[in-house]
């Protein structure tokens, strides 16, 4: 079945440094991917998305490449801020339409002044 | 982006009564919503499938008389946790996408926090 996989937390780095979190997914066919972010006490926001291989997706300083050779969907920033703590979340979409997203398990990132 | 809104954000209630919780699409029509549920640090956990004018679709586990689906219109969607114990205390999340998006992108209500005592 589909599923995605996303480095465990929970990560902690010093502004302005570099992050990376982890993701990769087995599907079948060709999924979208999604990043979606949940700060403390909220719902989930979509960060950002692609929808076919090679696609990069990005948004506030943040961005991920769909590899389709690596099955990969990797979530980059070049400098954190504090305001970025929150829990990080990859997530797939087998088919286009209404159907549920296959989430992986979150990357809760605390980011210290 | 279109907008999702549950209600309330917050409840607490007293263990054996029945809690509703409700999911609005604001700016779109929504034939699926999807009911989630968060445990403390966890990721999400779908429950259920919900259809506009028919019965939900359960997940594997979860009890369809404990948790009552209602899906009355295409705007509407609602929760019901029955009969609530300490155990049903979590973060139930809704979501519903306009279904003319060709990526699958799905948009997330604010959340409900439940708190049995």
């Known amino acids: 079945g589909n599923s995605v996989t996303q480095m465990e937390g929970p990560v902690t780095l010093s502004e302005e440094a570099f992050l990376t979190i982890n993701c990769t997914y087995t599907?079948?066919?060709?999924?979208?991917l999604f990043w979606y972010v949940q700060y403390p006490g909220e719902g989930l926001q979509l960060l950002l998305k692609?929808?076919?291989?090679?696609d990069k997706g990005s948004n506030k300083g943040f961005e991920a490449t769909y590899r389709k050779e690596t099955t990969s969907f990797h979530l980059e920033k070049g400098s954190v801020q504090v305001s970025d703590s929150a829990v990080y979340f990859c997530a797939l979409s087998a088919l286009s339409g209404n159907t549920p997203l296959v989430f992986g398990k979150g990357t809760r990132l605390s980011v210290i002044a | 982006g279109a907008v999702v809104s549950q209600h309330p954000s917050r409840v607490i209630c007293k263990s054996g009564t029945s809690v509703k919780i409700e999911c609005r699409s604001l700016?779109?029509?929504?034939?699926?919503m999807f009911w989630y549920r968060q445990f403390p640090k966890k990721s999400l956990m779908l429950m259920a499938t919900?259809?506009?004018?028919?019965?939900?679709?359960?997940e594997q586990g979860v009890e369809k008389d404990k948790f009552l689906i209602n899906h009355a219109s295409l705007t509407l969607s609602t929760l019901t946790v029955t009969s609530a114990h300490p155990e049903d205390s979590s973060f139930y999340i809704c979501?519903?996408?306009?279904?003319?998006?060709?990526?699958?992108?799905?948009?997330f209500g604010e959340g409900s926090r439940l708190t049995v005592l």
């Open positions: 979501s519903a996408g306009p279904g003319t998006s060709g990526s699958g992108e799905l948009f």
């Open positions: 700016d779109f029509q929504a034939t699926t």
């Open positions: 692609a929808t076919k291989a090679d």
């Open positions: 919900s259809n506009e004018g028919s019965k939900a679709t359960y």
């Open positions: 599907a079948t066919g060709y999924p979208s």
